[in-house]
């Protein structure tokens, strides 16, 4: 089973850091944020984290409503402090939460976007280990700088131990959270957003243009290739994704 990704808080052009992030850590986080465990906790958090990246962001925040992306992944975030920041191409915060069930659900999506961009970026599911691997807040803390102990306090309250926190990236959580190959459209005239998408003017996505919301219709001008995967090109000569996860073909 695979958990869609809302892009509506994505930090946007001349937001964030423009540099990218060198591929040896994903850092687990939680938000330590106990005065904000509604409904819609993680989205409170990303809302706020959107409006104030200068202080401080990381990749996405998530919750049992969803995962929600506020660093654009593969770029450095500032959520660990610097050197972790740079070797971070992804940096998840897990929202807190009121009850046991929330916590489940939000846990099997946490566990599934670490393994989903541990596979992107070609990182061992290996916790707080010696090399290139998962690490948590507490490890950076404790072998890089800062003071940071997450995520292990929060994940002990709901009962999940550094050890089956460790076997879960490993195996998935509770048999729901298994990596999956995204899938790239090959031919479309129409497309429609299934999440927020953004347009660039380049076919590698390094020049934002403009984000759309979740609904967008597109005309499609052609389908063209970028290494093994497509791209969609606009009428207007301007490029979206062509990953099913993003957007649905209409004809």
């Known amino acids: 089973m695979s ?8 930090l946007g052009i ?4 423009s540099g ?3 591929h040896q850590y994903i850092i687990a986080h939680d938000t330590g944020n106990d005065n904000n465990r509604a409904v819609g906790s993680a989205k409170n958090e990303a809302s706020y984290m959107r409006g104030h990246w200068q202080s ?5 925040i998530v919750d049992d409503q969803g995962i929600y992306i506020v660093g654009t992944p593969g770029y450095i975030a500032y959520g660990a402090g610097s050197p972790a920041n740079e070797r971070s191409p992804f940096q998840v915060e897990l929202a807190h939460v009121d009850s046991q069930k929330r916590f489940n659900e939000s846990y099997k999506r946490y566990v599934w976007v670490i393994r989903h961009y541990a596979s992107k970026y070609g990182i061992p599911l290996i916790l707080d280990g ?3 691997g998962i690490k948590t807040h507490k490890w950076v803390s ?8 997450d995520p292990y306090a929060y994940l002990r309250k709901w009962g999940v131990s550094k050890a089956q926190f460790a076997k879960d990236l490993k195996n998935g959580a509770g048999g729901s959270a298994s990596t999956k190959k995204p899938t790239y459209l090959t031919a479309a005239k129409q497309v429609k957003a299934i999440t927020s998408v953004t347009r660039y003017h380049d076919k590698a996505f390094k020049k934002k243009e403009k984000t759309f919301k979740a609904g ?19 009428g207007n000569g301007l490029y979206i994704t062509s990953n099913t996860s993003y957007i649905k073909k209409t004809k």
């Open 56 to 60: 401080a962001y990381t990749h996405a």
């Open 20 to 22: 990218k992030a060198f």
């Open 130 to 132: 010696s090399g290139n």
């Open 14 to 17: 001349n937001q964030g850091a």
């Open 3 to 10: 958990y869609p990704i809302n892009r509506s808080y994505e």
């Open 216 to 234: 967008t219709v597109f005309d499609i001008a052609s389908v063209v290739k970028y290494g093994k995967i497509t791209r969609l090109k606009l």
């Open 142 to 149: 404790d072998n890089l700088w800062g003071d940071h102990q």
